[in-house]
């Protein structure tokens, strides 16, 4: 009975060590030491993030591969959900989230972030006929966003959450638009001409309604990732790299 007892209370401690081991390496985990730069995204933000044949394309991903080149590591792309993305850097599922992502202070208590390597401005898509013609025509209007981007939170902090329709990406909030659901979409500035472009009957207004920096999330225990990270980042900044990209997908006199 006796031997019982110690053999359970052996097997008991032996599983906790065990599981404890576990979550240690569950959390601490990066794929970094396996050679692989792990980058989360979204994949429904032209010209930033788009699907190709069944591949992840874009400014992001030109630059990540960039990055990767320098860090002497292999890119690896997951197309996720744009909410699961910081949660995701945060239990370091990924190495680094890159998606057209707006700095904020609130996301700066979550992850930390690279210096801003593009802008952005969100701005308002209403079809042709609309009676919206500037920012201050919104109020009281059904104005649809993309789920916890920040289109999503300044216009559900400006015109109230009852006023704002949140969908899984921008095509289906700009669907929506289409339908008559809501009157209007408020979304960054370049997936918005894209979508414009690909839809018939839809305009951007001339007036913007916010302007932000983008840049790569990391995890905050993550420092030496970070290190690198904004290192190559400059280097690539600084050679005119990052611009010849950007200037690849974005041609300036669409401005
Ligand atoms: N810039 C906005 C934000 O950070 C929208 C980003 C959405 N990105 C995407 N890949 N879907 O909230």
């Known amino acids: 009975m006796k031997n019982l007892k110690k053999l359970l209370a052996l097997t008991l401690a032996v599983l906790f060590v065990f599981s404890l081991t576990a979550c240690v390496k569950d959390s601490d985990k990066t794929t970094v030491s396996e050679g692989k730069l792990t980058m989360a995204t979204n994949a429904t933000f032209p010209p930033y993030e788009y699907i190709e044949g069944n591949k992840v394309v874009g400014i992001d991903a030109e630059i990540a591969a960039l990055i990767a080149k320098k860090l002497d590591l292999e890119l690896e792309i997951k197309d996720t959900e744009f909410d699961s993305i910081i ?61 916890s981007t920040t289109g999503d939170i300044y216009a559900s902090d400006d015109f109230g959450e009852d006023n704002v329709t949140r969908y899984g990406n921008g095509n289906m909030a700009v669907e929506a638009l289409k339908a008559g659901k809501v009157d209007c979409v408020i979304i960054d500035n370049e997936p918005a001409k894209a979508y414009v472009a690909a839809n018939k009957g839809l305009k951007i207004l001339d007036t913007s309604y916010a302007e932000e920096e983008y840049a790569i999330c990391i995890n905050k225990n993550n420092k030496d990732l970070q290190k690198k990270i904004d290192k190559a980042l400059k280097e690539l900044i600084d050679d005119g790299s990052v611009q010849k990209i950007i200037d690849k997908y974005i041609s300036a006199d669409a401005e």
Do not use: W
Request: aromatic residues 4%.
């Open 87 to 147: 949660p995701g850097v945060q239990k370091n599922k990924y190495d680094i989230g890159m998606a057209g992502m707006t700095v904020t202070d609130e996301r700066k208590q979550q992850v930390s972030f690279s210096s801003s390597y593009a802008k952005g401005v969100q701005v308002v898509i209403v079809t042709e006929d609309s009676k919206i013609k500037t920012t201050d025509d919104l109020k009281g209007k059904k104005i649809g966003v993309q789920q």
